[in-house]
């Protein structure tokens, strides 16, 4: 009788084990858990009014931190964080840090949908680094990035930006085009 219960960290050594995860392998876990988001909060001390915070972000379940603890520990960047009662989650969040993300996703492109966010989050990254957000006409494109990203913007921020539907950008078409490396998960 079986009475291993298998999750992820299990089949560890047979994807990844400590500092030497593939790169294609994380492409592909961040094809499936990975989040690119750019936060916005209003706040007064900043020159519009708004705090502006890119981030990358992957949750799992707290049985598999360990796999968390190898993407972190092969990418170099990033901090892994209690995130609920049962969930943990890797976070990358400051400018030079995300660079790596960025770098590696140039290199390992992902290859699902998601592929999508990352090109917006990658339009809205290249404009945070030109510190175009910290206008007023920058952040307005900012909005129009973030619009088709992921489930679109929160009610709070179409509110506050009432002329959001005329700032939006297209999303990006994605087109799955094949599996490129055994190793993507």
Same mark, same amino acid.
């Not at 707290?62 to 520990?73: C, F, G, H, M």
């Not at 989050?121 to 910290?134: G, N, S, T, Y």
């Given at each position: ?14 994807? /990844?084990?400590? =500092?030497n ?8 876990? #961040?094809?499936a ?5 750019? =936060?916005?909060? #209003? ?21 598999d931190?360990a &796999? ?13 964080n ?10 990358v969040? $400051? ?6 993300? &960025? ?6 492109p992902?290859?699902? /949908? ?9 339009? /809205?990254?290249?404009?945070?680094? #030109?510190?175009?957000?910290? $206008?007023?006409?920058? =952040? ?8 088709? =990203?992921n ?8 509110? /506050? ?13 994605y ?11």
């Amino acid at each position: 009788i079986n009475k291993t219960r298998n999750y992820t960290t299990v089949t560890r050594g047979l994807i /990844a084990n400590s =500092l030497n995860i593939s790169p294609w392998f994380f492409t592909g876990f #961040a094809d499936a858990e990975g989040s690119f988001s750019i =936060l916005m909060q #209003a706040n007064s001390k900043y020159t519009t009014g708004w705090r502006i915070k890119p981030l990358f972000t992957i949750g799992v379940n707290q049985r598999d931190i360990a &796999i968390l603890k190898d993407i972190q520990s092969y990418l170099g960047v990033g901090k892994i964080n209690v995130h609920g009662k049962e969930s943990v989650q890797f976070r990358v969040d $400051s400018i030079k840090e995300l660079q790596v993300i &960025i770098n590696h996703f140039e290199n390992y492109p992902l290859i699902t /949908a998601k592929w999508s966010d990352y090109i917006l989050f990658k339009k /809205a990254f290249d404009l945070i680094l #030109a510190k175009e957000h910290l $206008s007023k006409e920058g =952040l307005l494109k900012l909005v129009g990035i973030k619009s088709p =990203l992921n489930l679109g913007l929160p009610k709070g921020l179409q509110e /506050a930006f009432p002329n959001w539907k005329e700032l939006e950008i297209d999303r990006p078409c994605y087109v799955f085009k094949g599996i490129a490396n055994p190793f993507w998960m």
